[in-house]
């Protein structure tokens, strides 16, 4: 039966005719040697199949680019015939032998949240990459073996369970579909415990430079605690690690039933928007545990890891977990009220700016997500609106709806908290579009489905005015303007010129500016300006920069001469940048009012004695840490 949940306990000491042993002999060139040991049960055929894509992640990404089956031997080490059955797909001829051993190397080399990297410093495997499945016994025991040397790296990090406490390190999975969706990391990192709820949670943090480590910890454990006391009832697993990658040129992040993967830039921890930014993922990512994992749409569980997955409930899955991902860091207290309205406005903002509105619905943009958001081309934003985005508003708007149907009683917290009892009752299947709107009506107590529907369907302008006034909120929009500096006290020192629209993303480039994306209906769009030419000069003055760009233009009044380049040729055209626009979320119910009521409602935040009072509960360090060769670092 396909699951995604296991405790350590159910996997320890459990045998299992599937068996990978990974080794890192030749690390330092990005190569994983992966050895496959599988009884054949008497079967005249063995079919392996490497997965096209990793759950989570919507697109597929063909890993079988960088695997190479080496040779498939029997017990007595005589080589077995192989037949290419598709791309990815080969069978084995097992000739009456009782086992069949497989060799093949996989070229991990690419540094993000969801693919496997092999370098001289560490490892971090993402199953789903590059260990293929037998077709056919996706649902039985697998095993893991890791052959590293101990001197080199000491530390082993998994949610995978252990099989026993000898080395190398054997570890455990019921099912495929768990061993996919369980990350390892070997390496140096540096690995914090910390234990909510009877549940042990491990923060394994592997940064390129140096970084507030305890900082990250007591924030995720603060994230862990609302999240939690958002869900109700007790944690879904028994153990959960958080995997933190810090390093240049890595961000995002991948949710797992039993962990996360957040990646972020060290750069981003240095200052207030990359700090909100990074507990934004952190919160994003750990929301799935719940809506995405186990609450999860019909298609998306079980698998069928050689294709494409449709759904039109990413909206649910994406789109209230990007809403919450803003509301839950305000609950624990790291935005402040204001920020939170600002984080909001600039979603409404940024959604503005994408023409795909008016072309396809949320509903279709989650169906089409394999082609669209994860393969977008420059022109996509044009022609395509993000579930995650659109959705994440659609989510606040149902918010804001929800408690002003039920004079605050009621919110969508309601709802999904009946999303999960469902999903608790319902562990073998995915949910339906209907069944999500019956227990979204069932927790709320309001019937929902109607503009909740109307809002997932349309193509166009959400309706903000009609809905949030209730609330006392009010979205303003705002021309930029010009910004004064002084020399002392009084003397005027120039003027910083205010932003004017064109609808052009540059990228700079030696000697030029290079044009990344026109939006639609814009100015530049209408000048004829497209993807990929680069812009020479404006108004007779060579161009080099975007700062010199963007102070050219709000210096500048009414129709401009500019020149640029397209395929090598020079052409001239004209261009008239707009007055920039910016949003901004006001509160403005009086006190006393039925608006202000709805208000601190939608503002509340939870109190501290709403988390269990077990949740300081502690647990011996030696249940989580077989294989570690020096002591776990203490949380100070």
Not at 118 to 144: K, T
Request: charged share 25%; net charge negative.
């Amino acid at each position: 039966m396909y699951r995604l949940d296991q405790r350590d306990r159910e996997v320890f000491g459990l045998p299992a005719d599937i068996c990978y042993v990974l080794s890192f002999e030749r690390a330092e060139r990005h190569l994983l040697d992966i050895r496959i040991e599988v009884a054949t049960r008497g079967e005249p055929f063995l079919e392996f199949v490497l997965p096209s894509w990793t759950p989570g992640s919507y697109k597929v990404r063909e890993f079988i680019t960088d695997f190479t089956l080496e040779g498939v031997l029997d017990e007595q080490g005589r080589p077995l015939e192989v037949e290419w059955r598709a791309k990815n797909r080969f069978r084995i001829r097992c000739d009456g032998t009782q086992k069949v051993y497989l060799k093949a190397v996989y070229f991990g080399n690419e540094r993000s949240v969801r693919t496997t990297h092999v370098d001289r410093w560490q490892a971090f495997i993402m199953p789903s990459n590059c260990l293929p499945y037998v077709e056919g016994r996706l649902w039985e025991p697998h095993h893991v073996v890791l052959e590293y040397d101990p001197a080199r790296w000491r530390r082993v990090t998994t949610p995978l369970a252990p099989v026993d406490y000898g080395f190398p390190p054997r570890l455990g999975a019921l099912t495929y579909d768990i061993l996919a969706d369980s990350p390892i990391q070997l390496g140096n990192h540096r690995v914090y415990p910390f234990t909510l709820g009877q549940r042990l949670h491990e923060v394994a943090i592997l940064a390129d430079e140096p970084v507030d480590e305890q900082w990250i910890v007591r924030a995720t454990e603060h994230i862990v605690r609302m999240t939690w006391a958002f869900w109700d009832g007790e944690l879904p697993y028994d153990r959960y690690v958080f995997f933190f990658h810090i390093a240049p040129d890595i961000l995002g992040g991948l949710e797992h039933a039993r962990s996360s993967v957040i990646g972020v830039e060290p750069a981003a921890l240095r200052e207030l928007s990359g700090v909100h930014r990074f507990l934004r993922l952190i919160c994003h990512e750990f929301f799935h545990t719940w809506n995405g994992k186990r609450i999860r749409p019909e298609g998306l569980g079980p698998f069928d890891y050689s294709q494409e997955h449709y759904t039109p409930l990413l909206w649910l899955v994406e789109g209230i977990t990007s809403y919450y991902e803003m509301l839950l860091p305000y609950w624990c207290g790291f935005f402040t009220q204001q920020e939170l309205l600002v984080h909001l406005g600039l979603e409404v903002q940024q959604l503005s700016h994408v023409p795909g509105r008016f072309y396809l619905s949320v509903r279709d943009s989650s169906f089409l997500a394999w082609v669209k958001l994860y393969g977008r081309s420059p022109d996509g934003p044009n022609r395509f609106p993000s579930y995650y985005l659109k959705g994440g508003l659609i989510a606040w708007l149902a918010d804001a709806w929800i408690l002003q149907q039920t004079q605050g009683k009621r919110r969508l917290q309601h709802g999904l908290q009946e999303l999960w009892r469902w999903a608790q009752n319902h562990p073998e299947r995915g949910i339906s579009e209907e069944e999500v709107l019956e227990a979204l009506e069932a927790g709320t107590g309001v019937q929902l489905r109607g503009v909740l529907m109307e809002w997932l369907t349309e193509r166009g302008e959400l309706p903000y005015e009609e809905v949030l006034p209730a609330l006392g909120l009010q979205l303003r929009w705002n021309t930029a303007t010009l910004e004064e500096r002084l020399l002392g006290e009084r003397f005027v020192f120039g003027r910083i010129p205010a932003s004017r629209f064109t609808g052009l993303t540059l990228r700079e480039e030696p000697g030029g500016l290079i044009v990344e994306r026109v939006e639609e209906f814009s100015p530049a769009a209408r000048a004829g300006i497209a993807v990929g030419d680069e812009l020479v000069a404006l108004n007779g003055i060579r161009l080099r920069t975007r700062a010199q760009w963007e102070a050219l233009l709000g210096m500048s009044d009414g129709e401009l001469e500019l020149t640029a380049a397209s395929n090598g040729r020079l052409y001239t055209t004209t261009i008239t940048p707009e007055p920039s626009r910016q949003v901004r979320l006001e509160l403005q119910a009086e006190e006393g009012t039925p608006q202000a009521r709805l208000c601190r409602a939608w503002l509340e935040r939870p109190l501290p004695e709403f988390v269990p009072a077990d949740a300081l509960d502690t647990l011996p360090v030696s249940l989580w840490s077989p294989w570690e060769l020096e002591p776990r670092l203490p949380l100070l």
